[in-house]
């Protein structure tokens, strides 16, 4: 009976959420999102896809509390959201590490912007260094890695304060081909062993349902969500997956619902 509970439990819900951003020069009003409404579970990994412009990073950042809603709330742990918190993580898509810092000490980074290193925190985070395959290159700098690495040492140090929410805005789009698709593999394997809450957002439709237990389609003028489909794909989940007729068959639906939306946009 509890564990049905905690099941059906929201990890964070957006109700009735509009952002838009007025510039105050011309003093017109871009409506970034429109009446977005969408739960996610605890543990659930959920990839955004959708045109450019759609409002995938304003919904990403507004959950992060960066952006004010003009209408609507986010609720995180049935907490609304009124801004940054110690709860939620953001790893973008270039890793931003301090260059004058080890791995090791990039990844404490946030921890020390916490106020929080310990004894236990620095073993967490050897942990997570550890997890993100990156033992060995604690004393490194970050021009000694390579792009694929650094974007390890982000998400280690996003990891370390063991936030409730992960936030993943194109984390992999500026790595090669090759090893975007190993971090990817990379990336579930981490999720599978932390079963954080994320969100990840893509441009990529073969990354999102690679990954993702749910993926939303927004739309775009004004953004909002035009579908959401469950990926019932089972995990773990190889790469060879992706040849898989069922994945294909995923692909295909959820380019069918982008193409509509953009036929109906006038974007063909
Ligand atoms: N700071 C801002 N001021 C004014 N308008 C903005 C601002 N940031 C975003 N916008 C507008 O809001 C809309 C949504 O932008 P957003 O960056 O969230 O979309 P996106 O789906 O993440 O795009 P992309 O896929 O290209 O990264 C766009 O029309 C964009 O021009």
């Not at 509009?18 to 105050?24: A, F, G, I, K």
């Not at 950042?61 to 953001?90: C, F, H, W, Y």
Request: with cysteine; hydrophobic share 35%; charged share 25%.
């Amino acid at each position: 009976m509890i564990d049905t509970q905690l099941e059906d439990k929201h990890k964070l819900s957006a109700k009735y959420l509009d952002v838009s951003y007025v510039n105050n020069k011309t003093e017109t009003e871009v409506i970034a999102l429109q009446n977005i409404n969408l739960d996610i579970k605890e543990g659930e990994f959920i990839c955004i896809v959708g045109p450019s412009g759609c409002g995938k990073t304003t919904f990403l950042n507004t959950v992060a509390g960066l952006i004010e809603p003009s209408r609507g709330t986010i609720l995180l742990d049935d907490q609304k959201v009124n801004g940054p918190g110690k709860d939620r993580s953001m790893v973008f898509q270039n890793p931003s590490l301090l260059p004058w810092r080890t791995v090791i000490d990039n990844v404490l980074y946030g921890l020390e912007l916490q106020k929080r290193v310990s004894y236990e925190t620095k073993k967490k985070s050897q942990e997570y260094i550890n997890m993100v395959g990156l033992k060995g290159y604690e004393h490194h700098y970050p021009h000694e890695l390579s792009g694929g690495m650094q974007q390890r040492v982000n998400l280690a140090r996003a990891l370390t304060v063991d936030p409730s929410l992960l936030l993943l805005d194109e984390p992999l789009s500026a790595l090669d081909a090759q090893t975007r698709e190993f971090m990817q593999e990379e990336l579930l394997r981490i999720w599978s062993e932390t079963k954080k809450t994320s969100i990840f957002i893509t441009h990529q439709i073969d990354e999102a349902v690679y990954l993702a237990d749910r993926v939303f389609v927004f739309g775009a003028r004004p953004g909002r969500v035009v579908d959401s489909i469950d990926i019932n794909l089972p995990r773990p989940r190889k790469l060879s997956i992706k040849r898989d007729p069922a994945f294909l068959h995923l692909i295909d639906h959820i380019w069918s619902i982008i193409e509509k939306e953009s036929t109906k946009q006038g974007f063909q």
